[in-house]
C-alpha cells in the first residue's frame, strides 16, 4: 500500500470514528429522552470506550504516516539540495580552472571564455589582462570543460515521492464495526 493511501484510510477512519463517539456521546448525555426509548447505559459506555480506544490507536498510527511523508518529503528535498550544490560547486571549479587557463595565455573554447564572461566580466579582464603579460609563453590548446548538455532532468516532486512510498498496510481495519448496534429500543 502506498503512503498515500494509507494516510487517506486513516484520515477517513478517524472521521468515521469521530462520528460515532460524537453520537454515542450524545446518546449517553440525552438519555433516553431523546430517542424515544431506553438504552443500556453500561453498554453505551463500553461502546464509547471502544471507540475512544479505536480512536486512539488510529490517531497514533495516523501521526505516524504523516511523520514519515515529511521525513520522506524533507529527504527528497535534502537531496535534491545537494545535488544542486554540488552542481554549482563542479560549474565553479570549472570557471575558475577557465580563468586560469586563460591567465596562463592558453587556448579555450569560445564557448568556455563565454562562461567566463557571463560569470564574472571583472574576471574575465583579468584573465585577458594576465594573458597580454604571458603572451610571450608558449600557449597550449584546451578542449571544452562542460560536456555536451543533454535533455534536464525534471525534478521529482517530494510529496509526490512520499505518497507514492510503499509502506505496506500500518492502517488496520475498523474494529468499530463489531461492536453491537445500539438503537433507541434498548438493544
Known amino acids: 500500500m502506498k503512503l498515500g493511501q494509507a494516510q487517506k484510510i486513516a484520515n477517513t477512519q478517524l472521521d468515521w470514528l469521530r462520528q460515532r463517539k460524537h453520537e454515542l456521546t450524545q446518546l449517553l448525555k440525552d438519555g433516553p429522552a431523546a430517542g424515544g426509548g431506553s438504552f443500556d447505559r453500561v453498554e453505551l459506555s ?66 568556455d571564455e563565454k562562461k567566463l564572461m557571463e560569470y564574472s566580466t571583472e574576471m574575465y579582464m583579468a584573465a585577458k589582462n594576465m594573458a597580454l603579460m604571458n603572451r610571450n609563453a608558449e600557449a597550449e590548446d584546451h578542449d571544452s570543460l562542460w560536456e ?40
Do not use: C
Not at 486512539?56 to 505516524?64: G, P
Not at 525534478?155 to 507514492?164: Q, T
Open 46 to 111: 463500553k461502546a464509547l470506550s471502544a471507540v475512544e480506544e479505536e480512536y486512539e490507536q488510529t490517531s497514533a498510527i495516523a501521526q505516524q504516516l504523516s511523520a514519515w511523508n515529511t521525513n520522506i518529503q524533507n529527504a527528497e528535498i535534502a537531496r535534491q539540495q545537494g545535488e544542486a550544490i554540488a552542481e554549482e560547486a563542479e560549474n565553479l571549479m570549472k570557471i575558475l580552472e577557465v580563468f586560469r587557463r586563460i591567465a596562463k595565455g592558453d587556448h579555450v573554447p569560445p564557448a
Open 148 to 187: 555536451e548538455e543533454g535533455p534536464e532532468q525534471e525534478p521529482v516532486d517530494p510529496a509526490e515521492l512520499a505518497d507514492n512510498t510503499e509502506v505496506g498496510n500500518p492502517v488496520p481495519p475498523i474494529r468499530s464495526s463489531d461492536l453491537p448496534e445500539l438503537s433507541a429500543d434498548g438493544g
